[in-house]
């Protein structure tokens, strides 16, 4: 049932002075949507704010919250070319996962965006952290309002024209 399903969306790079503020909203927000039975949330597996939610999920599922962590990937070698200390966070992350889905084999253009569409089409809610209005996380935010998933921007920006 996609309304018991969260996905998370967000840019790669993040503002390292709002780290702990972001991380914060997450915790607040994914513990609300707990609270209207929302269980199950699916993460992208990439860096900045997939990761940082991701660890948010893991952090809440190690004080025994009724959660579930499933890794959206967009194949399984998106990690090859990371730095090691990034590809070591990635493997453990993925240990500590519910479920890992692949959407594609191996990376081809436009994989990224098999896997954004993977999550708009299975959730029923979306936490964001988008703060322009290009690239991956807008195209994700913009499919899963096309498909009436209600979407959360922890960032506090409406874009209200993403349509």
Partial sequence: MKSKICCFTG???LPPKDLQQIQTLLEREINRLLAIGVRT???GGALGF???AAQTVLKLKEEDSPIQLVLVLPCRDQASRWENDDRALYE???QGADQVVYTAERYFPGCMHQRNRYLADHSGWCLCWLTRETGGTAYTVRRCRAQGVRVINL???SFNNLK
Wanted: cysteine-free.
């Fill in 11 to 13: 840019h790669r790079e």
């Fill in 41 to 43: 949330f699916l993460a």
């Fill in 50 to 52: 997939d990761t940082l």
């Fill in 92 to 94: 453990q992350i993925k």
């Fill in 155 to 157: 960032a506090g920006k």
